[in-house]
C-alpha cells in the first residue's frame, strides 16, 4: 500500500525488502487500520504525503528471514512489533515507558521519512521491537494489540476502571470500540457516545449498557437525564472539540478522564470547569510495553479478543477501497488479511 495523494491509496509492486543486520523480516498475516493511518490518508499536503513509507503500524505475522546478529527469534515464529523507533537510553526508555521516549527516531509506518510499515506482504523490523504472538489467539488479535488494543487497555488501567464505576466511551470508532469491550469486562457499566448508529449498534454489542447520539441534542444533558450523578470515568477516543468541551458535564466532581483521541485544538474553553470540579484529566499515547503481557493475560481471563471489534477485511489488492472505507468513520475496524 502507499498514500496515492490526499484521500487516495494504492496498491504497488515492489521489491521483497531484506533484513539488515539486527532485523528480520515478517510475512505478514494480518495488519490493521489505525486512526493515525487515517490522519495521514486524509492529509491534505502532497508532498507530506509522497514522502511517506508503506503505511501501517499493526503488523502480525511470521518470520520469514533471521538477518545477521539477531538472536533469540527464529523462521516461522509468531510475531508482532512495536511501531514506536525509540532511543532506548532515556529516562523514560530506561524505567519502561518508551512510548513517552524524548528522543524518538520515528516510526514503522506513521509519518513521513520513517521506515515502511504493516501494509505490504513483507516488512523488516529490527528485533528490539518483536514481540511474541500469543498460540492461543489469531495473528489479527496480535495486530490490534500492537497499537489500538494496547491503546484502549492502557488508560483503562491508569483510570483504574472498575465495577464501582459508570465509564463513558466518547467516540466508538476501533479505539473506542476497543475501551468498550475491555471497560465493560473490568466490569464498569460502560456509556458510549458517537454520531454513527452502526458504530453505537456495534458498541452495545460488545458491552455498552447504553449509548447516545451526540447530534441529537446536547449530550451533557442527554447522559444527565440518564446519570444524573454524572460519570465517574471518562474515555475520550473522538478527539472531538465539542467532545471535549462536554467532558466536564459528563462527569461528577472529583470524576477522572483520559484524552485519547487526536484532533482538536480548540478545547480550553471547559478548562475552568475542571478546576473548580478537581476533575482528573491525562493524556495517554500507545502504551508501554509493561502492559504487553498483561493485556493477554485480561483478554484470556474474560475470553475476549480484540478482533470482536474488526467488522471488514481485505485482502491487500483491495488496499485502497480498505482506506475509503475506514474513513468513513461508521464501521467498527478495518483489516487486512493475508
Ligand atoms: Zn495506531
Ligand atoms: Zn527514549
Redesign the pocket.
Known amino acids: 500500500m502507499r498514500y496515492a495523494g490526499e484521500r487516495q491509496a494504492a496498491v504497488q509492486e515492489r521489491a521483497e525488502p531484506r533484513p539488515a543486520p539486527g532485523e528480520v523480516l515478517i510475512q505478514m498475516k494480518a495488519a490493521g487500520i ?4 487515517l490522519h495521514l490518508y486524509r492529509h491534505p499536503d502532497p508532498r507530506f504525503v509522497e514522502s511517506s513509507r508503506v503505511p501501517g ?2 503488523p502480525a505475522g511470521v518470520i520469514a528471514e533471521v538477518g545477521r546478529d539477531v538472536q533469540g527469534w527464529s523462521v516461522g515464529d509468531r510475531v508482532t512489533a512495536y ?1 514506536r523507533l525509540v532511543c532506548g537510553q532515556c529516562e523514560f526508555c530506561r524505567t519502561g515507558h518508551s512510548n513517552v521516549c524524548t528522543n524518538r527516531r520515528g516510526s514503522y509506518g ?1 509519518g513521513p521519512g520513517t521506515a515502511d510499515g504493516a501494509d505490504a506482504e513483507y516488512m523488516a523490523v529490527e528485533a528490539q521491537y518483536l514481540l511474541p504472538a500469543p498460540d492461543d489467539f489469531s495473528l489479527e488479535d496480535a495486530a490490534i494489540v500492537a ?2 488494543g494496547g ?1 484502549a487497555y492502557w488508560p483503562l488501567v491508569r483510570l483504574g476502571a472498575s465495577g464501582a464505576d459508570v465509564l463513558v466511551v466518547s467516540g466508538l470508532g476501533p479505539v473506542g470500540l476497543l475501551a468498550t469491550l475491555f471497560g465493560s469486562r473490568m466490569g464498569a457499566e460502560v456509556v458510549g457516545i458517537d454520531p454513527s448508529a452502526d458504530r453505537r449498534a456495534l458498541a452495545e454489542q460488545l458491552g455498552a449498557r447504553r449509548t447516545f447520539d451526540p447530534t441529537a441534542g446536547p449530550i451533557g444533558e442527554q447522559v444527565r437525564a440518564s446519570y444524573p450523578r454524572g460519570a465517574d470515568k471518562l474515555f475520550e477516543a473522538s478527539g472531538a472539540a465539542a467532545a471535549y468541551t462536554a467532558i466536564p458535564e459528563l462527569l461528577r466532581p472529583l470524576g477522572m478522564a483520559a484524552l485519547v483521541g487526536l484532533g482538536s485544538r480548540e478545547f480550553t474553553s471547559s478548562l475552568s470547569a475542571i478546576v473548580h470540579r478537581e476533575l482528573v484529566i491525562f493524556g495517554t499515547s ?1 502504551f508501554p510495553l509493561t502492559e504487553y503481557d498483561a493485556i493477554w493475560r485480561f483478554l484470556r481471563r474474560h475470553t475476549i479478543a480484540p478482533s470482536q471489534v474488526v467488522t471488514h477485511r481485505f485482502g491487500i489488492e483491495d488496499g485502497a477501497e480498505a482506506f475509503r472505507l475506514a474513513d468513513t468513520a461508521t464501521t467498527g475496524k478495518v483489516c487486512f488479511a493475508f
Open positions: 489505525c486512526g493515525s493511518d503500524h499493526e511501531f506513521v497499537c489500538q491503546t500507545a
